[in-house]
């Protein structure tokens, strides 16, 4: 019955456009439908109610807008959706389900989105549950369009919801949700679709990406959405280029466990590649008791294991001092913060340049905290102040060289698959951008770390909040229109063991610096 239903519904739509467009064939012309040999060619499943409408209907032309119901040339189906149309102008995209599963109840194609990037408000509206009753509407409003000599208007949302972070829903409570998430990502939102409230339906959403108060470059930000293969959810994933993030990310949590899982899994394949993974030897508790910095448990955890990790295709890791790639140029050693800021990891080669890894720790508490990379050239950190927010610890670097190792092991060029990720560890690797504020702006703030840094940092520094952003991500001071355009890096400051960055230019007065020298334990 609900099969005969959906076919009564198809009929009644095909038919009333076919006597809208005899009333006004200028002003809904019926493109040319499709044969079903053709339609068995796509990839994606036509339902038979859909069926209905595309024999007879290939889409509609009115006077200001072309609706396309299938692929023309070399048009495809992508991502589980097919653009319908590009309403405004072109300035939105007017989308619909076409995976499977997708329509309500899973009969036909859907839902219907309309998706527009830049808008303010109004940007994302689920104009129908499936393509049925879109095109219904459609018709109707058309209609009243054509009689009236009005334009024809959008579809007005009655209700609205809020699209929350992936990586909020993929760690939530809702298994069934969590399953259709996946892992999440911080530049993904989603719409939850599986029981909204009616429809037109409104979402409350906007994107990571903010082309107001300038731009950090040519600005070529845009948004990427796709259906769950199962429907049920929209995503809509924010491509930062260009352009400064607009707004807080959510990042996956760092288990308790990761200082293990890391170490684990670095053996276990170190033993079954030996070839493409290994590890140099850990050290002892003695050992590191005699380094003269705190070395929290976490972190020794993963010392008392694995001293140094190589893996193919990515810069090797000496984590205990010692190595030559941990002297560090006097002079960048005071930009850094001198003493007992930062321990370095690796030094990166990227053409002529060069860039010191390393995990930044706080002396106020022995804290070993975020993995960032800089300049290694001085006068280049001088000349153009920059950081890359790399990792939120160095247990998560481990695990991240763990992931692309283990990725690389399912292929059959290891060192190839793995060199298509190592610019992730750069600065100034088009990573996304967080804006560079004054300081100044923290004083007072509710959160205790933003507060210490306003009142500790020289007036005239700018500062960014690395908890909230993307890894990776790029801190490029340089960039940000409110950075003297004359000015040149004193130092580079990172408070609560790089939970915050800072650039003080050399403009501005600053206590005196550390002592040169190389870093702590190294």
């Known amino acids: 019955m609900a099969d005969a239903a959906a076919d ?4 009644e739509v095909v038919g009333a ?5 005899r009333e006004h064939p200028y002003g809904a012309e019926l493109l040319a439908g499709f044969s079903d040999a053709g339609m068995d060619a796509w990839t994606v499943p036509v339902p038979e109610p859909v069926r209905i409408v595309l024999r007879e209907i290939g889409g509609v032309r009115t006077e200001e807008d072309e609706y396309l119901f299938g692929p023309r040339g070399r048009q495809a189906f992508t991502d589980g959706y097919w653009t319908l149309g590009a309403p405004d102008f072109g300035e939105g995209s007017l989308i619909v389900g076409v995976g499977t599963g997708a329509g309500a109840g899973g009969a036909g194609w859907g839902p219907v989105v309309t998706v527009f990037p830049f808008r303010d408000e109004r940007n994302v509206t689920v104009e129908a549950p499936d393509f049925l009753g879109w095109l219904a509407g459609l018709t109707e409003r058309l209609a009243r369009a054509l009689e009236s000599g009005e334009a024809l208007e959008p579809a007005a949302p009655e209700v609205y919801v809020a699209a929350v972070p992936s990586i909020g829903a993929a760690e939530g409570p809702d298994a069934a949700l969590a399953a259709l998430v996946g892992p999440g990502d911080s530049l993904t939102d989603l719409v939850d679709l599986r029981a909204l409230p009616g429809y037109p339906c409104g979402v409350h959403w906007e994107p990571y990406f903010s082309t107001s108060s300038g731009t950090a470059d040519t600005g070529s930000s845009d948004v990427q959405y ?12 924010s491509v930062v280029s260009g352009d400064f993030l607009g707004r807080e990310v959510r990042r996956h949590r760092e288990s308790a466990d990761a200082a293990h899982r890391a170490v684990t899994g670095l053996g276990e394949l170190a033993a079954r590649m030996p070839e493409f993974v290994r590890l140099a030897p850990g050290t002892t508790d003695s050992a590191m008791d005699a380094w003269g910095v705190p070395v929290p448990e976490e972190i020794r955890t993963v010392l008392r294991a694995v001293g140094g990790v190589d893996v193919a295709g990515l810069p090797g890791l000496a984590l205990l001092p010692g190595a030559a790639d941990h002297e560090v140029d006097p002079e960048l050693h005071r930009m850094l913060g001198g003493d007992g800021t930062y321990r370095p990891l690796a030094r990166l080669r990227y053409g002529r ?22 300049p290694a050239d001085p006068d280049r950190l001088r000349e ?9 610890s160095l247990p998560g670097l481990l695990l ?13 060029d290891f060192a190839g698959q793995v060199r298509q990720d190592p610019t992730r560890l750069l600065p100034g690797a088009g990573h996304p951008w967080p804006r560079p504020r004054p300081a100044a702006e923290w004083a007072g703030d509710a959160d205790p770390l933003r507060a210490a840094a306003a009142a500790e940092l020289p007036v005239g ?8 952003v993307p890894i990776p991500s790029d801190v490029c001071f340089h960039r940000a229109r409110e950075w003297p355009g004359t000015a040149r890096l004193d130092r580079l400051s990172f408070p609560a063991g790089g939970r915050l960055v800072a650039a003080v230019p050399v403009t501005v007065p600053s206590v005196a610096p550390s002592a040169p020298g190389t870093a702590a334990g190294g």
């Open 8 to 11: 009564g519904r198809a009929l």
């Open 17 to 21: 456009l076919r006597d809208l467009s």
């Open 226 to 237: 796709r259906f769950a293969p199962e429907g049920g959810v929209l995503f809509l994933r």
């Open 353 to 374: 340049s060069e860039a010191l890894l390393q995990v930044r720790t706080d002396p106020t508490n022995g804290q070993w905290g975020h993995v960032v990379s800089v």
């Open 384 to 392: 153009f102040p920059e950081a890359a927010l790399v990792a939120e």
């Open 400 to 412: 991240e060289y763990l992931r692309l190792a283990r990725r690389a092991a399912a292929g059959a």
């Open 461 to 468: 520094a700018y500062a960014a909040d690395l908890r909230t």
